[in-house]
């Protein structure tokens, strides 16, 4: 079965310190991975991964694959209460998006 | 470019009665998913549908839960004699194709059963 775990459930800093947050998988057919952010509101899109080693990147978050050792990771420099979400990494299965429990991170002042 | 629109987007029901949820994928989305996010629980997947058709339907309860995505109009998902249990987020998604595509999540509709 489909699988992805996130580490850490949750992180708290400060403003200004770089975070980076964890998503391993097991899955039988590997297409893409994609990591989205979510308020209290829709996932919004942020990437989606298909390749190793090539790093993703949008202003002061960027993320990278590795399909060897089956595991991405989100990076997110110079923290703003902003930022402040829970993350969500999800794989693509046959016919729809198999998510993570998400990992929340809370940005203080 | 008008994004997914989800309808209603908070839904209060009595126990036994039936929800109605509606979804309008993008403009030039044909691909239409349903997932249910319970309290503190990640996005579970529902139901992939395409204009007409369901095409993966293995993440839906049984009984008292439906999807169609007619060939004009948005997309429902019904749910008949509504338990405590159903009350969820229910977002849906839409994407151009199928496979290694991002899918676009509208606003959620909040489901209460009382």
């Known amino acids: 079965e489909d699988k992805v775990v996130q580490s850490p459930l949750s992180l708290v800093v400060h403003e200004g310190d770089t975070v980076t947050l964890n998503c391993s998988y097991e899955?039988?057919?590997?297409?893409?991975l994609l990591w989205y952010k979510q308020e209290k509101k829709a996932p919004t899109f942020l990437f989606m991964l298909?390749?190793?080693?090539i790093e993703k990147k949008s202003g002061r978050l960027s993320s990278i694959l590795d399909k060897k050792e089956l595991f991405s990771i989100l990076n997110i420099t110079a923290t703003q209460t902003g930022d402040s979400a829970v993350y969500l990494c999800a794989i693509t299965g046959a016919n729809n998006l198999f998510f993570g429990t998400g990992t929340r991170l809370t940005v203080i002042p | 470019n008008a994004g997914v629109m989800q309808n209603p987007r908070h839904l209060v029901r009595r126990r036994g009665q039936e929800a109605r949820l509606r979804c309008s994928p993008m403009k030039g989305h044909s691909h239409v998913y349903w997932y249910r996010q319970l309290p503190e629980e990640g996005l579970k997947f529902m139901v992939y549908l395409q204009k007409e058709n369901i095409i993966d339907e293995s993440g839906m309860p049984k009984e008292r839960f439906s999807a169609e995505f007619p060939k004009e109009g948005p997309s429902i998902l019904r749910i008949q004699q509504v338990v405590r249990g159903d009350s969820a987020a229910y977002f849906c998604?839409?994407?151009?194709?199928?496979?290694?595509?991002?899918?676009?999540f509208g606003p959620g509709t909040r489901l209460t059963v009382t």
């Open positions: 298909t390749s190793s080693g």
């Open positions: 998604a839409s994407s151009p194709g199928v496979g290694s595509y991002e899918q676009y």
């Open positions: 899955v039988t057919n590997f297409r893409s």
